[in-house]
């Protein structure tokens, strides 16, 4: 009887191993990581929303290449280690691709495992930002601009549109991604029409901004530039209208998300600008399709990340069918071949049309800016 | 001008660090510990005020009271699970590492009923801005409300402290616990008490803190709260006036070095200054040595 039980048991768990094997020469497994919880939790969920949406119509319509796609996102909570673990916990659910990291500081740890000259598996990072977090191997690459992308297209931007002339700048010291943005939205400006009047920075924890707001009205700054995230830009908006300090408040990728905070008064937040590459009241047949399905789904205007995740995942099926890849092959062979369709390809979606990428990872698209009015963003010339 | 507006700025941040520290300095001249999960039962009060406005929909008052009563609930609880067993047996090291424990345990509890996504607390406050000068000075309401507060605990607990029996059981508890018991003081209910009255405080210190800083998350007690800790001390750590000295102090260097010196040195300047005051005077500017504690 005992004997019997064990033949079984490994009866079974050989017919296990088969058809777990069968399964990965079936489907693309693609992952992704990001905070699903805690701190910028409304990034990694945005992100893992959209790239189900993009999933569940690309499968709907046959699949890449004629195999259907699996999902699977995990949570970092914005913990450089955690990220690395989430990580390992899809190499072992077998990932061949993967769509991410979200923030730019998990993109970074996560960037080194991922490199040929290790797991070597094709990374499309959304959202990570940072220059250096797609600096790891040539098999990664980015949707989003990088961050001193994104700052010296802030002062372009300020400066053809001649939303000012004395300009002040908050920023976060204690961050990478705002001292990067800070740093090169700076070195443009000198190109500039406007004059930078006072720069100021934070550090992490900070609750009192007053020092810093006072010094940049005493300098009559018209037009503050805030390159940091919502969470602090929604004190700093308090705080300024405690102090009747009212200029025009623009942001880059961080603002987005200042309207999702719960308790917010979302008076607060009227009139800021912010560099994204998407707006959500778009009227092309894309971004509509998009915004119906998201708001049908998880109840909310998507934002930029969920966007950004959307395109990745087309950009993915886009260089995976240039490549000829299929899902029997290793992530260490889709690897080599995707990342020379990616330079190859040009993708539209709704983040930009005719999106190229170049060897470095950086896309190649034009910003976008929108407004916050009456509580949902318009689009601006 | 420009240096009073910095220094209204001060006074208000100061006196959200005094409002915390008082409940510091009174649990630590009373019960000679450190409680160090101070910060994190203020960010308890500000959710549970949170909590009642934007689920319950009740007034800012009574939300208020619900955050002193969750508050002082919480706090007598900590000292009877957590640190009462331990202050008999154990050295004062071991009840800091408590503290230290509960601090963590706290947080996370939070983290897990509330998520750890940033709310923006509204202010319970409703009185208007107080503008001086055309404009140029600008003193907000939260400003007002929480100096007054502070001055208000201020005097009541030195009150409470010289006029009453309890008050006098305290005092008799800070300067020697054993003679206290001798003389037939109930001495584990009088640190109840302090506890009770330290984690109220707490409750309103919280309140107020996101008042005027509206970011909540499970994390916004740890950094006023060691600030606060540091006003303590700098006011004399036991000493009532002192911890509020000390908070407005503090607050307004913070803000002077920030609007003067530098925004990023900010927290290096007020360290120093603290450290300075600490090897001139190592009680503190009011701390004296044991007598009048409290």
């Known amino acids: 009887m005992k004997k019997f039980a064990k033949i079984a048991a490994l009866a079974g768990v050989s017919v296990m191993m088969l058809s777990s094997t069968a399964l990965a020469g079936d489907t693309f497994k693609i992952g992704t990581i990001g905070p699903l919880t805690g701190a910028g939790a409304a990034y990694g969920n945005a992100v893992m929303n959209g790239a189900q949406i993009a999933v569940d119509e690309i499968n709907e319509a046959g699949g890449i290449n004629g195999a259907q796609v699996e999902f699977k996102a995990e949570d970092d909570q914005l913990d450089e280690e955690k990220a690395v673990t989430a990580y390992n916990s899809l190499k072992d659910w077998d990932m061949q691709i993967l769509l991410g990291t979200v923030t730019s500081g998990s993109c970074l740890a996560v960037s080194t495992e991922a490199a040929p000259d290790a797991d070597n598996i094709f990374m499309l990072t959304p959202s990570g930002s940072q220059k250096d977090c797609i600096a790891a191997g040539d098999n990664e690459f980015r949707v989003c601009f990088s961050d001193p992308d994104q700052g010296s297209a802030s002062a372009i931007y300020i400066g053809e549109h001649g939303l000012a002339e004395k300009v002040g700048v908050i920023y976060n010291s204690s961050i990478d991604y705002s001292k990067g943005i800070y740093a090169t939205f700076r070195q443009e400006a000198e190109e500039q029409p406007f004059e930078i009047v006072a720069a100021e920075a934070f550090t992490n924890g900070s609750v009192d901004f007053s020092a810093q707001l006072q010094s940049l009205k005493d300098a009559g700054a018209e037009l503050v530039y805030l390159p940091f995230y919502y969470d602090e830009i929604a004190v700093v908006l308090k705080q300024a209208k405690d102090m009747d300090f009212a200029p025009i408040w623009f942001g880059v990728d961080g603002m987005d998300g200042l309207l999702t905070v719960e308790g917010f008064d979302q008076s607060l937040a009227e009139g800021c600008i912010l560099l994204t590459p998407f707006s959500a009241d778009a009227e092309d047949e894309l971004t509509v399709n998009f915004v119906t399905k998201y708001q049908e789904l998880y109840g909310e205007v998507p934002n930029q990340f969920a966007a950004d995740a959307y395109d990745g995942m087309y950009i993915l099926k886009a260089a995976i069918e240039k490549a000829g890849a299929t899902p029997d092959m290793s992530a260490s062979e889709i690897s080599d071949i995707v990342k020379v369709a990616m330079t190859e390809i040009s993708v539209d979606g709704l983040t930009g049309t005719g999106m190229t990428w170049n060897a470095d990872g950086e896309p190649s698209k034009s910003p976008k800016t929108v407004q916050i009015q009456n509580g949902v963003y318009v689009g601006m010339e | ?294």
């Open chain 2, 1 to 294: 001008m420009k240096f009073l507006s910095y220094l209204i700025n001060g006074i208000s941040l100061g006196s959200v660090y005094a409002i915390i520290a008082l409940g510091y300095t009174m649990v630590y001249g009373i019960a000679k510990m450190l409680n160090f999960a101070h910060g994190d039962v203020i960010m308890v009060g500000a959710y549970a005020a949170f909590a009642c406005i934007m689920n319950a929909s009740l007034p800012p008052y009574a939300a208020v009271l619900v955050a002193i009563v969750v508050c002082t609930v919480l706090g007598v609880l900590i000292e009877t699970v957590a640190y009462r067993p331990l202050l008999s047996a154990a050295s004062s090291l071991a009840v800091l590492i408590t503290a230290i424990g509960v601090s963590y345990f706290l947080q996370n509890v939070v983290l897990l009923i509330f998520g750890a996504n940033a709310k923006s607390f509204q202010s319970v406050v409703s009185l208007p801005n107080l503008k001086l000068a055309d404009g140029a000075l600008n003193i907000s309401g939260v400003t007002i409300v929480t100096v007054i507060s502070c001055i208000l605990i201020m005097l009541a607990l030195t009150a409470f402290i010289s006029r009453t029996k309890t008050g006098q059981a305290m005092l008799a508890v800070s300067e020697d616990k054993g003679a206290a018991q001798l003389m037939g003081i109930n001495v584990n209910g009088t640190i109840a008490v302090t506890f009770a009255i330290g984690s109220g405080l707490a409750a309103i210190a919280g309140v107020l803190l996101c008042s005027a800083y509206p970011s909540l998350s499970p994390y916004t007690g740890s950094m006023p709260g060691i600030k606060a800790f540091t006003a303590a001390v700098f006011g004399g750590i036991g000493s009532i006036p002192g911890a509020f000295l000390g908070g407005l102090l503090l607050g307004i260097i913070e803000i002077l070095a920030k609007g003067y010196i530098s925004t990023e040195l900010s927290d290096a300047i007020v360290f120093s200054v603290l450290i300075i005051i600490l090897l001139v005077k190592p009680t503190g500017l009011l701390g004296r040595k044991m007598q009048e504690k409290v």
